[in-house]
């Protein structure tokens, strides 16, 4: 096949970009770096199957020749981002999911949309199921990511309602690993960069909120698995194994071999209190669920912040 990936030059992106041409795939790698960097593909630079195309999706996509798939991971997806460029965060998820399903018609090609489980906001049903429409407050400062997803998933199911267009949505929990940036705002990078920097670790209320935390093979594999499949109803891919923020301050602690204190600052407004995700439907649908333990792809994660940060 002949694949765009949006967002190319992400975390995320970098990672779904190595393993379509490792399937065989031609890959078109789109990013306007505002918050991804080329050092993530720096290792594809002379693959004869991978092009970097740098664009921004807001803007008209102009494409030549065929396509075979668009897998849309372009935004900024993290607090720190979304709250320093909040305009262009809403205008990616709008006018760029436009813009990609419309390639997508023009060319025929099945498109795959990176949603979030932020369209969940902060919510009242734990754990949350793909069933569950979410308690998003849509003029707090999340907001603008938070209604971008829910935007981009609208249009994507009228996309494929009203044109036939073969879609997949998928909704990413708590994902790290390597090649995540160190100061991107997400819990692990900013505990794992504050510890090895020997600084306090930042923990916001009392640390009693959870998290669920999905190393980032097990996510692609379950993306690879949904865009495969035939299920166009938005997918939950994550971990559902629930872990405090403290929790993962204290283990981030033992892994670095730290000794720095935890330190408490005031709770960001419409910070969720709870996020686990139900799989039940990729585990019965998609036959996936995650593998890698945390204390694990922690530990890989650490290794790879040791060689960017401490270097």
């Not at 249009?155 to 994902?175: E, K, P, Q, S, W």
Request: aromatic share 8%.
């Amino acid at each position: 096949m002949r694949v765009l990936i949006t967002g190319a030059a992400g975390f995320l992106g970098s990672h779904l970009s190595d393993r379509f041409l490792a399937e065989g795939h031609e890959v078109a790698g789109m990013d306007n770096l505002i918050t991804g960097s080329k050092a993530n593909l720096a290792h594809l630079e002379r693959h004869p199957r991978f092009q970097f195309i740098r664009h921004d999706v807001s803007k008209h996509i102009s494409w030549h020749g065929p396509l075979d798939a668009i897998l849309h991971f372009a935004s900024p997806a993290s607090p720190v981002d979304y709250l320093e460029v909040p305009i262009q965060t809403l205008k990616v998820g709008s006018l760029g999911t436009h813009n990609c399903l419309g390639l997508a018609r023009a060319t025929g090609a099945r498109f795959l949309l990176a949603s979030t489980s932020e369209v969940y906001g902060d919510p009242q049903i734990h754990p949350q199921p793909e069933s569950y429409w979410g308690h998003v407050n849509p003029v707090g400062p999340r907001g603008v990511y938070d209604e971008a997803k829910r935007f981009a998933e609208a249009i994507t199911m009228a996309y494929h309602r009203f044109h036939g267009l073969d879609t997949r949505i998928v909704r990413i929990f708590n994902t790290y690993g390597p090649r995540m940036r160190p100061r991107d705002g997400r819990v692990v990078s900013n505990f794992i960069v504050q510890a090895l920097q020997g600084q306090p670790l930042t923990i916001y209320g009392d640390g009693s909120q959870t998290r669920s935390f999905c190393y980032m093979t097990d996510l692609i594999e379950g993306i690879h698995r949904l865009f495969l499949s035939r299920r166009h109803d938005p997918t939950n891919v994550g971990n559902p194994v629930e872990f405090t923020v403290r929790q993962l301050a204290e283990l981030v602690k033992e892994l670095t071999g730290s000794t720095v204190p935890i330190v408490q600052e005031p709770l960001p407004v419409d910070d969720p209190k709870v996020r686990q995700p139900d799989i039940a439907i990729a585990r019965t649908e998609l036959g996936w669920e995650p593998s890698v333990p945390l204390r694990e792809g922690l530990s890989h994660t650490i290794e790879y912040f040791r060689r960017i940060v401490l270097n």
